[in-house]
Antibody, heavy 120, light 108 residues
Framework: QVQLQESGPGLVKPSQTLSLTCTVS??????????WSWIRQPAGKGLEWIGR???????NYNPSLKSRVTISVDTSKNQFSLKLSSVTAADTAVYYC????????????WGQGTMVTVSS | SYVLTQPPSVSVAPGQTARITCGGN??????VHWYQQKPGQAPVLVVY???DRPSGIPERFSGSNSGNTATLTISRVEAGDEADYYC???????????FGGGTKLTVL
């Protein structure tokens, strides 16, 4: 079955760029039936959608983060990535990658999540 | 922007029925999805498209959606159902996913 795994630095300095990668196993990221998304959750708080990408490279971003977010896909590696620039302590959170079913817009598979702390 | 409102907490005794609401402007016109999240774990989809269940989710979990309120109903609540529950929709007017603030279900 399809599994998602996040990877990347657990500590990022303020004003720098947070970079995470999600590796898809057990299936192809090039399947036309899904978007590939990033979602985050600060400690003790709710879920916040960051954005998504389709295998073609088409993206949608949360308007509140759009100016700082870039999501990209590497189909040859079966991976997609998140870059969040100019980070502050408010960006400290658990970051999840997830698979979103196209036309239905729900997330049927999630990664385990990775904690990213923004601190000097 | 579209807002989904959930009660912060719901408490229920074992064996009883829990109802968790998700309020939004004309939410009945949208497809609502529900996730269960236990401490330290990733969310798990428990209901999609208002009332459908993914494979492996017990029939005790059901959903409904009408007017300005969607509801997740958990029948015959068990201790293992204690978790945070989130509703979610796609807001086509702003092209973004929206989550509710989450509801902590406590099994007394």
């Amino acid at each position: 079955q399809v599994q998602l795994q996040e990877s990347g630095p657990g500590l990022v300095k303020p004003s720098q760029t947070l970079s995470l990668t999600c590796t898809v196993s057990g299936g192809s990221i090039s399947s036309g039936s899904y978007y590939w998304s990033w979602i985050r959750q600060p400690a003790g708080k709710g879920l916040e959608w960051i954005g998504r990408i389709y295998t073609s490279g088409s993206t949608n971003y949360n308007p509140s983060l759009k100016s700082r977010v870039t999501i990209s896909v590497d189909t040859s590696k079966n991976q997609f990535s998140l870059k969040l620039s100019s980070v502050t302590a408010a960006d400290t959170a658990v970051y999840y990658c997830a698979r979103e079913v196209i036309a239905a817009a729900f997330f049927d598979i999630w990664g385990q999540g990775t904690m990213v702390t923004v601190s000097s | 922007s579209y807002v989904l409102t959930q009660p912060p907490s719901v408490s229920v005794a074992p064996g009883q029925t829990a109802r968790i609401t998700c309020g939004g402007n004309n939410i009945g016109s949208k497809s609502v999805h529900w996730y269960q999240q236990k401490p330290g774990q990733a969310p798990v989809l428990v209901v999609y498209d208002d009332s459908d269940r993914p494979s492996g989710i017990p029939e005790r979990f059901s959903g409904s959606n009408s007017g300005n309120t969607a509801t997740l109903t958990i029948s015959r609540v068990e201790a293992g159902d204690e978790a945070d529950y989130y509703c979610q929709v796609w807001d086509s007017s702003s092209d973004r996913v929206v989550f509710g603030g989450g509801t902590k279900l406590t099994v007394l």
